[in-house]
């Protein structure tokens, strides 16, 4: 007989878009002696559909199976679990491994989607200047240009945007990345009230274990360093007023009227640096096969190649 996992209590998700700094946070939060925190854990949302359908098991198990990130996790799977039970089991697995009495998770996409497995969460949402957003974008192969660069921000603002109405205020806090990096003890002690636990200098024990540093000011506003003047028109063109909304100034450059020509032609140059990208980060076989593979819609052959593909990223990064 197997015995249910216990119910992870007042579960906490860090929000915002990929390219926000969510990274070094978790890292913090997950250093922290009494917090463990999950990375990416979009794999509990992306299967459930607009409509709030849960997936189906024996595809979400298969689906598992090519997620690079849920498979170096080692979560266990426990097919006796319903859905809900079971994304909620990587959690209760992810505080247990770890010996801490609370956990968390990062989820930068379809998080309004997470109250339906967990409607009494916590949120934590972490933003960034949209601007410096859009161009690590291009860095990742995300996309090919800032205009395009700006979807997943877009993407998560909306979102969060929705949430502040639903969810009661006790239950979210917003931070700036900005004042994350120039003020970090202030701003974790904040988020630590938030939580209900006391600030730990150990949270800073991350550089010790990876590759990130402390927090450096000079990773801030880098835009107006690393954009041109015409690529810092382009996204406030797009988003002007969402940053002036979240307290960011804008560059006091003219004003740029984006054409329906001009976009058209911002999207096809998007498409060709992307390919260009993956063509750099895989190889022509690989790209061939991903394209094939999709194409000709061959479940095992897809299987393959995504884990390569991952695999290539994995060592990337190392």
């Known amino acids: 007989m197997t015995i249910k996992q216990p119910l992870v209590v007042e579960p906490i998700f860090l929000v915002g878009a990929e390219r926000s700094g969510t990274t070094v946070l978790r890292l913090m939060l997950d250093h922290h002696p009494k917090i463990a925190w999950c990375s990416e854990f979009e794999y509990a949302v992306d299967k459930i559909s607009e409509s709030g359908e849960l997936p189906q098991l024996d595809e979400y198990y298969q689906w598992l199976e090519t997620n690079g990130i849920f498979q170096d996790s080692g979560f266990t799977i426990d ?45 934590i949402h972490l933003v960034r200047d949209g601007r410096d957003v859009a161009r690590s974008s291009i ?17 998560a603002e909306k979102i969060w945007t929705q949430l502040t109405s639903i969810i009661p205020a006790e239950r979210q806090i917003e931070v700036k990345y900005e ?29 010790e274990t990876t590759r990130y540093d402390l927090p450096d000011p000079k990773l801030i506003q880098q835009w107006r360093r690393k954009l ?65 593979s999709r194409k000709l819609n061959l479940t095992q052959w897809q299987k393959s190649v995504k884990v390569k593909m991952y695999d290539t990223n994995r060592a990337y990064f190392k």
């Open 79 to 123: 097919r006796s679990l319903s859905y809900s039970q079971l994304v909620n089991s990587f959690l209760v697995q992810k505080r247990d491994r770890a010996g801490k009495s609370i956990v968390g998770a990062a989820v930068h996409r379809h998080f309004d989607r997470l109250l339906q497995i967990w409607p009494h969460a916590r949120f």
């Open 139 to 155: 860095g990742m192969g995300w996309a090919g240009n800032v205009w395009t660069g700006l979807e997943r921000w877009i993407d």
């Open 179 to 207: 004042t994350l990096i120039c003020e970090p003890i202030e701003t974790l002690k904040k988020i630590c009230e938030f939580i209900g636990m006391s600030y730990d200098p150990a949270m800073f024990g991350y550089t």
């Open 228 to 292: 041109s003047d015409y690529e810092i028109q382009l996204v406030e063109s797009r988003i002007g007023v969402m940053l002036q909304k979240r307290g960011y100034e804008l560059s006091g450059l003219p004003h740029l009227t984006v054409t329906p020509v001009m976009e058209q032609q911002l999207k096809l140059q998007d498409w060709w640096a992307r390919v260009q990208f993956r063509l750099q980060r895989y190889g022509l076989a690989l790209f061939l096969s991903d394209y094939l």
